[in-house]
């Protein structure tokens, strides 16, 4: 994790310098006066967040979003010609994909969405993610307090948890917007984020990051809704798969262990008449989590899980376009790169989660379904997906020959489950009643 989240990060190198008041010197009424002021544009920030509750505010978050990406659309010509260019790609992907796969096409609905459209649409899913960590801090944060500051509180410990969704709504809001400015499809992180049987491409950021590539924007449309397309027959025609994924986030994210040593000293250093102090305490970079055995083997399963989906993708994308498109092998290994390096939007990402969605082994792991494709055909290899249990482990990818080979190997008599499960049984019942079989036969 090269990212603390929410709150987890350094405080901002541009406040350095800056002197709080320090109330020495000063008027009493002067003071009171400017108490009252501070209070008066709380409640109006407050009142101006929305009524969103839990650890984060989503209200807050979303306008914020909103707000960055505003100069971002570009109107008319989203809505109409990039709609037509979107639903023209998508149309020839999926005709080049039937051929390369035995799943059928899974989306029900293609959309050209703006930077903001991606805020909205994928909105929900970043609430199943973030919750448990913003979660996790908050609950720690009120933990740490001692009982005789907690009963002094009082009230306030609800003003504290308020203003802990709002910083960190706050952050999200401009995480997304950031976001929503570099990605390319609605699964170009590696989850399921939008609406399920929806393919969604972002014309806007396309055309930005086909600048300098020196290949037609219409061919790099083609081979990103090839890409999209083959994610989203995935998701929709193997059920456990986006729910596996996302589970698998929120595990590691629930995880999260806060040193309440930290927080205890923290809290000293907290203002209940500053909200200031708030945020810039849980923005100090003392609270970062610490990492548990349950949470490095959720990252090992999700890591391993993810570079399966992006390496089938790789395989499943590379056999429809390398011969229709000129430069397919070439956006084939900048997407690669891409991802394996990282960059802005995936840190962001870390930050969100505390976590970096990078399928390290994605070359590994399109080299495995490759042997099994070449083994023993289209069928074999996508019917993998059929079961949780079936698919490649960590060491599978280390010896993908060795998982081939079983893939093509029939199962013995006492390899058979079923036949396992009845000598089981039967074992059973002849240790509950040792002497029926005997007595019978007299």
Partial sequence: MTEFPFGFGPPNPDDRGKKEPSGQGENPAEAFNQLGQMLSQLGQMLSQAGTSAGPVNYDLAKQIAMQRLTSGDVGFRTSTEFQSAVTDAVHLAEMWLDPVTILPAGATAVKAWTPRDWVENTLPTWQRLCDPVARRVSGAWVEALPAEAKEAAGPLLSMVSQMGGMAFGSQLGNALAQLASE???STDIGLPLGPPATVALLPQNIEEFTTGLERPTSEVMVFLAAREAAHQ?????VPWLRQRLLATVEEFASGIRVDTSALEQLATQIDPANPQSIEEAMQSGMLEPQTTPEQKAALTRLETLLALVEGWVDVVVGDAVTERLP?????RE???????????????FATLVGLELRPRRLRAAAALWRVVGEQHGLEARDGIWAHPDLVPTAEDLDEPMDFAERVGRKPAIEDDPIAALEREEQAERDREEPGKGTDEQA
């Fill in 233 to 237: 027959r995935l998701f929709a025609h």
């Fill in 334 to 348: 900048t997407l690669r790169r891409r991802r394996a390096s990282g960059g802005p939007a995936e840190q962001t």
């Fill in 327 to 331: 430069g397919g092998d070439a956006l």
């Fill in 183 to 185: 990605v390319l499809t």
